[in-house]
């Protein structure tokens, strides 16, 4: 079976302006031992584009910060590390990693490849209860788009592709999403801001609810394909005009 060609964007990446910068949380608003919030909290700022590619990490400044000692810190920036989202350069410092175009295709095309399968199956699979659950996601998306929230919007579209991972009843294809999709997921801050690009999730996400409504894999996976695919058509260009943000290729 052929998938449908991809579109290109329609908004140009050039245009995207960086998320604002906020305050890390505080650590009561994550679970766990102390170096895994510390590591919670750290990695949400990265994510989030709170700190930025290139950031210098000041581990006293992050100290006091959060109000911990070195220790959990030095342990969460490790972790960090493995995770590619932080260098620690010998001599030199601790640097919130750039954007590697390269990390970013990889998981892309390894998060497609589980999103397409997952879509298919549930556009087959899907019970009312489901549907249901998916219809009240999009109504939330509308509202947070009403209200000019795009925070709470990317975390409901985030939710979104979460549920349909997960009424494919396999219980670890939604783990091994998250893994793949780390740098994506970074790098998707940089164009939801983008002058439309929320409008168009938007009614991407609900062409995809009504393939699955719809019950037509076909559908669904060209629907999905096509939202997922707008990612790279928006990076590239950006990293020729922000070079300053990605790792040379």
């Known amino acids: 079976?052929?998938?449908?060609?991809?579109?290109?964007?329609?908004v140009s990446a050039l245009e995207?302006?960086?998320?604002?910068?906020?305050?890390?949380?505080?650590l009561d608003a994550f679970a766990g031992s102390l170096a895994q919030r510390v590591y919670a909290s750290l990695r949400e700022a990265i994510?989030?584009?709170?700190?930025?590619?290139?950031?210098?990490?000041?581990?006293?400044?992050?100290?006091?910060?959060?109000g911990v000692s070195r220790?959990?810190?030095?342990?969460?920036?490790?972790?960090?590390a493995v995770e590619h989202l932080v260098r620690i350069v010998p001599q030199t410092g601790t640097y919130v990693a750039r954007f590697s175009l390269a990390e970013i295709r990889e998981g892309a095309f390894l998060r497609e490849a589980l999103e397409l399968a997952a879509v298919e199956k549930v556009a087959q699979t899907i019970t009312d209860d489901e549907l249901t659950q998916l219809r009240h996601n999009?109504?939330?998306?509308?509202?947070?788009?009403d209200d000019d929230d795009f925070d709470g919007f990317y975390q409901t579209d985030a939710a979104m592709h979460e549920l349909i991972l997960s009424f494919t009843g396999y219980r670890r294809v939604a783990a091994l999403a998250e893994t793949s999709w780390v740098h994506?997921?970074?790098?998707?801050?940089?164009?939801?801001?983008?002058?439309?690009?929320?409008?168009?999730?938007?009614?991407?996400?609900?062409a995809i609810l009504a393939?699955?409504?719809?019950?037509?894999?076909?559908?669904?996976r060209a629907a999905t394909r096509l939202h997922l695919g707008q990612l790279i058509g928006f990076l590239e260009p950006l990293a020729l005009a922000r070079p300053d943000l990605f790792e040379p290729d």
């Open 1 to 10: 079976m052929q998938d449908a060609p991809r579109q290109a964007p329609e």
């Open 16 to 26: 995207v302006q960086l998320p604002p910068r906020r305050p890390l949380r505080p």
């Open 47 to 66: 994510l989030s584009m709170s700190f930025r590619p290139g950031d210098i990490l000041r581990k006293p400044e992050i100290c006091a910060q959060l």
């Open 71 to 80: 220790s959990p810190v030095s342990e969460a920036v490790t972790r960090l």
């Open 138 to 145: 999009l109504r939330l998306q509308q509202a947070l788009l």
């Open 184 to 206: 994506v997921n970074r790098a998707r801050q940089l164009i939801l801001p983008a002058p439309g690009r929320v409008q168009s999730t938007y009614a991407e996400h609900q």
């Open 211 to 220: 393939a699955i409504e719809a019950r037509d894999p076909v559908a669904a």
